[in-house]
């Protein structure tokens, strides 16, 4: 099979990352990208700022790559999607030349002659990817190996508190009233002078809420109402001053003083039952009525397209069963994460790996460079460099943040310290009515 390439499924930061690395060990990348363009999913985003700065977004072997067609990425600085793209994933992506194939769809990855069930010979037979063109055309395509490196962009999390589309919220996605991505504040026209919700409560709400802020400021009238699942903690706002990485924990200390100033009114312990139109209801019959709603609950991996492969999964992640216990919001208090390689990402599938942000499963803790390492050391064991693939090149900064499926419903579950040392809420944290109300 070495005369096969290694099938690389996305051409994201990670999956043209792993191309890089593939040429760089003298193996065939075949990049297999859904959309029309490289970054496609960040394309869709190209307006928020990253809160990672230029040198933790180039990879290394893609720098080198690059370096003979005298691109040179910049050094300081933090871009925005578009500017990412433009300064570096498009020209790795035209480097890369004919590894990668756009408008092709993986619909399914099989080993060729043996579905699931079969054991003879498994490992002696090449993959078998199922790609659609974007006229309808099926093929099949023969690979030595699998990185799949296809994100989670397209499945966001619904915003029903049990993990199921809330009822109504469908019709509300299709009528134009609901959405999944950040507001842009360059084009304000659904936000400017009417009242939008959003719900969820990671760093993509965060961007929201600051992106809503700042057209509030152009538009008077515009109104803005923040719900989220949890009460509040210390950790509403991320890690503030003590995130490793001082843009992220900016992002939550922009979006605490929207609160404190009264810009935003935030909304605790909202668990949403039912959307009807652009009015959102919890399930303890709370009502917040609204023009617009920005969903931002997180992402999910698409597993279909694996079906016929053996996986070892987390059954509460779906993220590679060695890494989960990492990055388990509901397991890892003190937001420190470990680097994650080929040995964490195997799979009993023989050289199938999930990397990037489909390796977190609905985990939201990715970074850039933390794909970057995984590919690294992927491509290195592909290669047959063990010890390369062994070796960890990378340190993760700290989130800052203390968690723990116990903040949940109890405000005070950190008030002793736990593993960060936090301090009891103060008279910043703010106390939030959960009585019977409705906003409008």
Not at 161 to 183: C, I, N, S, T, W
Not at 271 to 281: K, L, N, P, S
Not at 353 to 366: I, Q
């Amino acid at each position: 099979m070495t005369d096969l390439p290694v099938a690389v499924i996305g051409a994201g930061p990670q999956g043209l990352a792993a191309a890089a690395h593939l040429l760089e060990r003298g193996l065939t990348p075949l990049v297999l990208e859904q959309g029309s363009e490289p970054a496609a999913a960040v394309a869709e985003w190209g307006h928020v700022r990253l809160f990672s700065a230029w040198p933790e977004l180039v990879d290394k072997a893609a720098a080198r790559l690059l370096e003979p067609t005298g691109h040179v990425a910049p050094e300081k600085g933090y871009p925005t999607g578009a500017q990412w793209r433009e300064g570096y994933l498009v020209p790795l992506a035209d480097t890369l030349g004919d590894h990668v194939r756009y408008r092709a769809t993986v619909t399914g990855v099989s080993r060729r002659g043996r579905d699931r069930l079969v054991d003879a010979d498994r490992a002696e037979q090449p993959f078998v990817l199922h790609v659609t063109g974007a006229d309808g055309t099926e093929e099949r395509i023969e690979a030595r190996a699998v990185i799949d490196a296809s994100g989670t962009w397209r499945r966001p999390n619904p915003a029903g508190a049990d993990g199921l589309p809330a009822l109504g919220e469908r019709a509300a996605h299709a009528a134009g009233a609901l959405g999944y991505a950040v507001p842009d504040r360059a084009h304000p026209e659904a936000y400017a002078g009417r009242h939008t919700v959003v719900i969820g409560a990671g760093d993509s709400a965060f961007n929201a809420v600051n992106e809503l802020t700042a057209i509030a400021r152009d538009h008077p009238g515009t109104k803005i109402t923040w719900a989220i699942r949890r009460a509040v903690s210390t950790n509403t706002f991320g890690g503030g001053e003590a995130d490793e990485l001082p843009e992220r924990g900016a992002l939550g200390v922009r979006a605490k003083k929207a609160v404190q100033e009264g810009t935003v009114e935030l909304v605790t312990g909202f668990r949403t039952e039912q959307i009807d139109g652009a009015t959102v209801i919890a399930e303890d019959g709370r009502v917040i009525e609204a023009d617009q709603i920005v969903v931002l609950t997180g992402y999910r991996p698409d597993l279909g397209f694996l079906s016929e492969m053996r996986l070892d999964l987390d059954p509460t992640l779906e993220a590679p069963r060695n890494i989960a216990v990492q990055i388990d919001p509901n397991l890892h208090s003190c937001g420190s994460v470990s680097a994650t390689g080929a040995k964490d990402l195997a799979q009993p599938e023989p050289d199938l790996y999930l990397v990037g942000m489909k390796s977190y499963g609905r985990a939201p803790t990715f970074l850039a460079m933390t794909g970057y390492e995984q590919v690294r050391s992927v491509v290195a064991e592909l290669a047959g460099d063990h010890d390369a693939a062994a070796r960890v090149e990378l340190e993760l900064p700290d989130t800052g943040v203390c968690g723990g499926a116990g903040v949940f419903d109890d405000p005070d579950s950190t008030k002793n310290g736990g593993c960060c040392g936090t301090p009891a809420p103060s008279e910043e944290i703010f106390t939030i009515s959960r009585a019977p109300i409705t906003l409008s």
